[in-house]
């Protein structure tokens, strides 16, 4: 059964930093690419980040280049995303997935590309 467990949230101040945690079972993580997504109340999931299984590619969506960094720790099975100068607009549910792939270098942003999600964390940025 896989499983996919995020942590990690939690509320923090305009500009402050939080660092999510995922750690996957139940499947072999380095043949999975990872990102992460996240909701809003009322809005669509949305692409946050991906990192490929090799780790030296990632992608992130434009509103948190700069602030947000991807990684990944293939023999602890983990996923991690560090985000900096944090905005009352990251305030949100953050969710990881997994991408199965052969190739060590593919990430995309397509929600459905994910076969696996984790139940969430909840991340608030107050003002």
């Known amino acids: 059964q896989v499983q996919l467990v995020e942590s990690g949230g939690g509320l923090v101040q305009v500009g402050g930093s939080l660092r999510l945690s995922c750690t996957a079972s139940g499947l072999t993580f380095s043949s999975y690419a990872m990102g992460w997504f996240r909701q809003a109340p009322g809005k669509e999931r949305e692409f946050v980040a991906a990192i490929a299984i090799s780790g030296f590619n990632t992608k992130y969506t434009d509103s948190v280049k700069g602030r947000f960094t991807v990684s990944r720790d293939n023999a602890k099975n983990a996923v991690y995303l560090q985000m900096n100068s944090l905005k009352p607009e990251d305030t949100a549910v953050y969710y990881c997935?997994?991408?199965?792939?052969?190739?060590?270098?593919?990430?995309?942003?397509?929600?459905?590309?994910?076969?696996?999600w984790g139940q969430g964390t909840q991340v608030t940025v107050s003002s």
């Open positions: 997935a997994a991408d199965r792939t052969t190739l060590s270098t593919y990430i995309t942003s397509f929600p459905r590309a994910y076969a696996y």
